[in-house]
C-alpha cells in the first residue's frame, strides 16, 4: 500500500471513531508499527491529528473556519459535482435559499436558464446570480468580512418572512451524534431558521466534513437530506439510519 493510500486510511478511520491504536493500525493496513509510526508523524505535523501514547487521536477544530478565498480553491472538482447534484432538485417555479459557502457558489451556473427565484446571505453570490440574470433576493444585515456573508438581526428578520421550496447550504461539520454544527454562531441561527422555513433542506459537504465537529450546532441530522461526492460504504450505512444522504460520484 502506498503512503498516501495508508494516510488516507489512517484519516478514515478517525473519522469513524476518533481514537486509534498503532497495533490495530499496523494490522488492518498490513504495515509495520515503525512505518505507522512515521505515518502518524507525518499526519500530525500535517495538524490532521495529534498523536497519544500508543496511537492517534482526530482534532477537533471546533472554531477554526478558513475564508471564502481559502475555501473556494480547495476540492474544487468534488464542490462541482455535488452542486451539479443539488441543482437537479431544483425547478421552475421554485423559490429557493442559497446560503454564502463555495460549494453553493458552484451551484450557479447550473442554475441559468431556470425560472426561479433566489434568496441569499452572501454578497460573493448575488452578484454572480446578477450576471446571470436570475431573480435575487439578497438579506440586509452585518457583513462578515472573511465569507462576505451577511449575518446579524437584520437578516434574521428578514429571513423570517420567507418560506422556500428548498434551501442549500454548506456545513463544517456533519456528525452522527452531534448534528450539523458550524463554527460561528451568528451564521448556524441564519443557517437554522432557513432550515425551518422551507419544505426540503439539503446540505452541500465533501467527505471531508462527514463525522466533523465544529462549535456551534445548527440542527439535528433528520432535518436535511446531504448531497455528498462520496461515502465509505460503513459510514454511508450509518448515516443512513438517521437520514437521507445522496452521492454524486457513486
Do not use: W
Not at 34 to 45: A, F, K, V
Not at 124 to 129: E, N, P, S, Y
Not at 223 to 231: G, P, R, S, Y
Request: aromatic share 4%; proline share 1%.
Amino acid at each position: 500500500m502506498l503512503t498516501e493510500e495508508r494516510h488516507q486510511a489512517i484519516l478514515r478511520l478517525l473519522d469513524q471513531q476518533s481514537v486509534v491504536k498503532s497495533q490495530e493500525l499496523s494490522t488492518l493496513l498490513n504495515a509495520s508499527e515503525s512505518t505507522i509510526r512515521r505515518d502518524l508523524q507525518e499526519l500530525e505535523d500535517a495538524d490532521l491529528l495529534e498523536r497519544v501514547h500508543g496511537g492517534a487521536k482526530r482534532i477537533l477544530n471546533l472554531g477554526f473556519e478558513q475564508d471564502m478565498t481559502e475555501k473556494s480553491v480547495k476540492n474544487t472538482q468534488k464542490k462541482q459535482a455535488i452542486a451539479k447534484l443539488a441543482t437537479t432538485y431544483v425547478h421552475d417555479g421554485d423559490v429557493i435559499y442559497l446560503d454564502a459557502g463555495s460549494t453553493t457558489l458552484e451551484m450557479l451556473p447550473f442554475l441559468i436558464g431556470k425560472n426561479i427565484t433566489v434568496v441569499t446571505n452572501s454578497v460573493h453570490h448575488a452578484a454572480k446570480l446578477g450576471d446571470l440574470n436570475i431573480n435575487t433576493i439578497i438579506l440586509g444585515g452585518l457583513l462578515k468580512l472573511s465569507t462576505k456573508a451577511i449575518v446579524g438581526s437584520t437578516g434574521m428578520e428578514q429571513l423570517s418572512h420567507f418560506r422556500f421550496n428548498k434551501v442549500f447550504m454548506g456545513m463544517n461539520g456533519v456528525h452522527l451524534e452531534f448534528g450539523l454544527t458550524t463554527p460561528d454562531p451568528e451564521e448556524a441561527a441564519l443557517k437554522r431558521l432557513a432550515i425551518t422555513q422551507a419544505e426540503e433542506a439539503y446540505v452541500l459537504i465533501d467527505q471531508t466534513k462527514l463525522n466533523k465537529v465544529t462549535f456551534t450546532k445548527v440542527t439535528e441530522l433528520e432535518d436535511v437530506i446531504i448531497l455528498t461526492d462520496e461515502c465509505s460504504t460503513e459510514l454511508l450505512e450509518q448515516f443512513q439510519k438517521k437520514t437521507t444522504i445522496k452521492e454524486a460520484v457513486k
